[in-house]
């Protein structure tokens, strides 16, 4: 296959490090098309039911805007001039309202603010106001926009200080929103200057924390953090009246009740912790009155630093603290009943409290669980949805629980009269049920799960052995209770097949499946299947109405508004394809099995034209480690034809444009069954995976066997150094924002919880960096100088490429100004795809199918940084 003379022309310039040591570089055009590309829209849909709100996205920042001036405190990243975060993710240039209850096919209005960063879109409970939080240099503000009027005002006179994220709530009866305000800078405390050591002592308390970045690290650290993130929480009504909310403070979290006459607010007390972020910072819940006066402080929680090891481990006191939504002013918490401590034995791990306006008595206990709960759900008929975790055997369960049957007696007999929905393992797909539906109370009070004679409604993609089918059912809830003893069996879900209704049931084990009803379920909705539909609302349930979207192999996803009963639709949004440089480029699910029998799978991109005939051409292979206790479901696949290829600038399928067959999500399972941990064998499991997804890939004719580049971003970066250390299955390796020396991550990692000091000959054996000197093949190290993510320091990737430098190998370092772990400026992706794209072709299609493995070799050894 001839070299295209622009790929000449970049090979010239990656030789020579000072033609790019100070500019960034663009990659081909099919390239430049996928970062310049339109981001998928996001929506909101109004309570009432008539009004689709569709967002569009900001394209991808400069770097000029990840340039400006940042705070890094607390795990926090701040604008001190605007009091707001310095990274915004979820951006939006123009909003268009959707009239959902007339048959017009262009939006009645479009609202574009050119001199804001718009975020935080939310239609009021009444539906009559879209609000949205409008960022400017200087500040961030509130405003509503009127559907009736088509009008914009800004709600709030003094800047909202939004340090701590940008929220706030709706009363729920849409008379106004409570938010944070800005302090006057005269009331704030000051920021000192001081000059001396800093010094950190331990008292023997453990506080087993994993690494991270941009900690508070001296007083003066401290002193700016009360200052930024000082606040008062505040009631604006629509009026323009203000109600404070106490004194100022630092607000990390506020609620209203269902009934708009209570606040619970969390606020982080000092000392403030070096050792976690300020999610972890000691707080207390405090009770207000919307008069603002304080009724009570709930709880006084201690640091997060000092929370116990282990998979399932919670700081001591009440969390997952929250109104119950079918109530007007009831409280509902989790407390721990193991102390927080997942390690040690006990019958019962959690407990659901609740405690009711004026909140001066002691608070009811609900239901103990065996599991730590993760999450509640209120629904219709004062049922609750309660979900379980067992982390350590990636598990997880979901029962009702009927609030209005629980007595002190049954708990005194040590039974939680939960009615058990599903068990599954965590990752288990087939078995997933999908999302609850949900509606707004008609008195506005909040949204609760739907029932109707005794069945709840649920959506999902339905993943399968076939394929996707996305769904929207009724099932019947469970008759029986369940014991908690009972559910303490930890064996991996099972499913079976109901014959008459092919409905899947899950059983948590054999012991068990005789005591539980089978679940019934109809199907209301089902995906048509030449195309992938999926429900995003649902409108109503008799007659049927749903908002879906809908994809195919050549359609990007639109938003449709189906009538099921009349077999009716209309298009709401559709957005057409619009890179054709990938026009024709073939994909399709390849399934192949391990050495050990473990069936594997992974999509390949061909490109456009390709037939066997052609040979084989050199392939880039991307992948993701991923931990299981079940193989069975490790074999899993998520995957539908009809799905259309939306190309990412982050992922690999941009190079099949270039000539590159790709080979993505290649699956990468580490599996410990039993008592085993997954990565006992991590290293041999890997090198497995690779050969299998190899050896297919040769025998289908589509790859040759000397060219093959393996490639991945965090832990998919640390598989690819380790793959390249431990096996010659590859020839070049591309690895973006790793972590390479465990020993730098001592408290755990990933899924490992186990401590360096209790495996440290773990530690060193799945470190690449302890084995650096068999990196014999050529890599591409990426990083973003600005990482915040746990453990993957910009400092991993310098020591790697240092190591390889020193020992003779063949690397290459690029790092990137002002980015974190995934890379957002615009010149930032060019360049990454750039240097990736010369890597690819460096190594895969100029060089001579015999791999070269001689260290003496004359290495690149260019370190690239952008300033």
Known sequence: MPVHPIFMFALIAFFSASSIAAQYQRPSQ??????????????????NKQWLAILTPESHTDIENLARKELKLAGLRLSPNRLTPSRIKAKYRSIELVNLNNNSVKPDTIITQADLTVTKVKFSPDSRFLSYIGISNHSADLYLYEIATRQSVK?????????????????????????????????????????????SVTLGKKAPRRTYQDLLKNAQDEAQFSQLTTSQLSIIMLDGEVIKIGKPAINIGFSLSPDDKYLLVKRIKPPFSHMVKYRDFAQSVEMFHNSGKKLATLAELESGEFRPSGSDSVRKGPRLIHWR????????????????????????????????????????????????????????????????????NKQMRVSFLDTAAVSDKLLANKSTAMRLWYQKALRDSYSDPGRLYKHPRPSGLGHLFALDNGRVFHYGLGASPEGYQP??????????????????????????????TSTRVTTPSTELSTELSTTHSTTLWRSASDQLESVRYILNLDPLRLIINRQSSDTPSHLVLLDVQSNTERVLQQKKASITAFKGVSRQLVTYTRDDGLPLSGKLYLPAGYTPKDGPLPVLMWAYPREYKNAEVASQVNYSPNQYNYISAKGPIPFVANGFAIFDRVAMPIVGEGKEKPNDNFRSQLIANAKAAIDTLVEMGVADRDKIAIGGHSYGAFMVANLLAHSDLFAAGIARSGAYNR??????????????WEAPSLYQQISPFTHADKIDEPLLLMHGEMDANSGTYPMQSARLFKAIRGLGGNARLVTFPFESHSYQAKESLMHMLWEQENWLEQHLRIKSKTKTKNKDETALETSVSFH
């Open 743 to 756: 020993t730098l991550t001592p408290f755990g990692f990933q899924n490992e919880k186990r401590n360096f």
């Open 30 to 47: 099919p390239l430049q098309d996928i970062v310049e590309q339109n981001k998928k829209v996001s929506t909101r849909l109004s309570n």
């Open 325 to 392: 939504s079918d109530k007007p002013n009831t409280l509902a918490y989790v407390e721990a009943l193991d102390g927080g401590d997942s390690n040690k034995k006990v019958q019962f791990r959690d407990q659901l409290r609740q405690i009711t306006a004026p909140f001066n008595l002691a608070p009811k206990a609900l239901v103990k669980t065996p599991w730590r709960i993760a999450n509640v759900q209120w629904g219709e008929n004062r049922l609750a949805l309660i979900t379980e975790r067992h982390s350590t």
């Open 471 to 500: 769904f929207l059912k009724s099932t019947k809830i469970p008759s029986e209770t369940v014991s908690a003893g009972t559910l303490l069996e930890e064996k991996p879900s099972q499913v079976t097949v109901s014959q008459a």
């Open 155 to 199: 709600l709030n006179k003094t800047r909202i200080n939004a340090s701590l994220g940008l929220k706030y709530q709706w009363l729920h009866n849409s008379q106004g929103l409570a938010t944070s305000i800005a302090v006057d800078s005269e009331h704030l405390p000051q920021t000192p200057q001081f000059h001396g050591p800093n010094i």
